[in-house]
């Protein structure tokens, strides 16, 4: 069988990445189609070794498209997912909008993919938060294997999480303070160029940001609501990839050499651990790369149970479209697709 699909937001970071993993992957539809907003009407985007022409997503008729790959922000999100839903096609949604709905799954493939065959009441499936994806797809085997109780976690965020605006002025910066010109903020609140910056979204009344919360609450939707979780949420001058150094303590014993064990034999992880010069991955490394890497396996002293790693994986594959693309797969594999073209 084959399928109609709608990629919307196709314009963004995120939206060119689906479009690249729909073709990469052979995703059997049998018509991909690129949406964005009206000022988009037209541009020539790549699909694999062809081009599309970008529609109106305002003027859009959805009656006969069977998935829609959505990343256009929480705004559009709220508007137009239920509406489109409505019309008979399953929303896949990348941004935050969805993600706390009861009535919607929140999923990373590798790890719950099982709550798809609870139904999908709304037509609409949230992708989880970037950062979120790769620390669970990281988490799940180890809680398997010794019952976590209590993660903490600071993540190093690249530019590319906040858009290609927010690239554009970490080039911009990294060239003015070469050049000796004036340095411009206008995405970020301080100069990202050769710097980094603890705040990334909004702040809470609780002190936290949003991302933090974020982190905290869907790590445990996904996962295990018992799980206590904990994160200090930063940007840094890195272009794609995000690093999070995670600190795991386990109800059970378990040792670096066990979790080592289980984390290769772990769907979506690649570990790479060598105790010597550049034996772990950076996101220069993962940069374009599927996996979620991890590195630095070692035993954390201070608790009984503890261990500490370093994860690290491509935010716009794993981390949005590549998830997105696999939730869409897993919905076809398990037969949960109503119609087919």
């Excluded at 719950?112 to 990281?138: F, M, W, Y």
Aim: glycine share 6%; hydrophobic share 45%.
């Amino acid at each position: 069988m084959v399928y109609k699909v709608a990629v919307v937001g196709a314009t963004g970071n995120v939206g060119r990445e689906m479009l690249t993993v729909l073709a990469e992957r052979t995703f059997p539809a049998s018509e991909v189609v690129a949406l964005a907003s009206s000022q988009s009407t037209g541009t020539d985007i790549s699909f694999g070794d062809d081009l599309l022409k970008v529609k109106a997503l305002d003027h859009y008729d959805f009656r006969g498209t069977d998935i829609v790959l959505m990343s256009a922000g929480s705004t559009v999100a709220k508007q137009w997912a239920p509406k489109i839903a409505a019309q008979g096609a399953i929303v896949i949604d990348n941004s935050s909008a969805w993600r706390m709905d009861r009535e919607v799954p929140l999923v990373v493939p590798e790890v719950n993919a099982d709550v798809l065959n609870q139904g999908i009441k709304r037509g609409i499936i949230a992708n989880p938060n970037c950062s979120t994806i790769q620390l669970v797809v990281a988490l799940k085997p180890l809680h398997e294997a010794a019952k976590i109780k209590r993660v903490v976690v600071a993540t190093y965020q690249s530019v590319s999480g906040a858009g290609r605006d927010a690239m554009d002025e970490l080039f911009r910066q990294a060239r003015a303070v070469f050049v000796a010109d004036p340095v411009e903020v206008e995405q970020f609140t301080k100069q990202i160029a050769y710097n980094v910056i603890p705040h990334i979204d909004e702040f809470m009344d609780s002190g936290l940001t949003k991302e933090e919360w974020k982190m905290m609450v869907e790590t445990q939707k996904i996962l295990d609501p018992d799980i206590a979780v904990t994160a200090t949420c930063v940007r840094v001058p890195v272009f794609i990839g995000h690093s999070e150094a995670v600190n795991i303590e386990f109800e059970t014993a378990i040792t670096a050499d066990k979790a080592r064990q289980v984390l290769r034999a772990a769907p979506g992880v690649l570990v790479v651990d060598k105790r010597e010069d550049g034996g772990y991955v950076t996101p220069l490394e993962c940069a374009g790369e599927d996996a979620t890497y991890v590195s630095r396996i070692r035993k954390d002293p201070t608790v009984e149970h503890g261990l500490s790693l370093w994860v690290v994986s491509d935010n716009l594959r794993k981390g949005a479209a590549l998830n997105a693309v696999q939730i869409a797969e897993a919905l076809i594999n398990r037969k949960l697709l109503k119609r087919a073209a």
